[in-house]
């Protein structure tokens, strides 16, 4: 059983930043992928970025080169640094925990709200 807990959204101009935390605990030693995904109003969940075993991330193609994801293994917490941010970017911003071996279960946080104003 894990549980992810974000942090750190709020309402930020356009072209600032914002850093995401998703806390986790509980059995996370076959985690693999960690994720970052957001759901705008209106629209399906998508994903934002992803890290992989071996430090391997994955973008949106909307984020590359604005957003990152990263990891502290002391603090069982992967981050998510938000730079250059746009209107567009408002969204619920979630944390998704994915075991990495067949029939693996995915733990998903309660989200956090970004707003990004114009």
């Known amino acids: 059983q894990v549980h992810v807990v974000e942090s750190g959204g709020g309402l930020v101009q356009a072209g600032g930043s914002l850093k995401l935390s998703c806390a986790a605990s509980?059995?996370?030693?076959?985690?693999?992928?960690w994720g970052w995904y957001r759901q705008a109003s209106g629209k399906q969940r998508e994903m934002v970025a992803q890290l992989a075993s071996g430090d391997r991330t994955t973008y949106a193609d909307s984020v590359k080169g604005r957003f990152a994801i990263s990891r502290d293994d002391a603090k069982n917490t992967v981050y998510l640094q938000m730079n250059s941010l746009k209107p567009e970017d408002t969204a619920v911003y979630y944390c998704?925990?994915?075991?990495?071996?067949?029939?693996?279960?995915?733990?998903w946080g309660q989200g956090t709200q970004v707003t990004v104003s114009s």
């Open positions: 509980g059995n996370i030693v076959n985690i693999n992928p």
């Open positions: 998704a925990a994915h075991e990495g071996f067949y029939g693996g279960n995915d733990y």
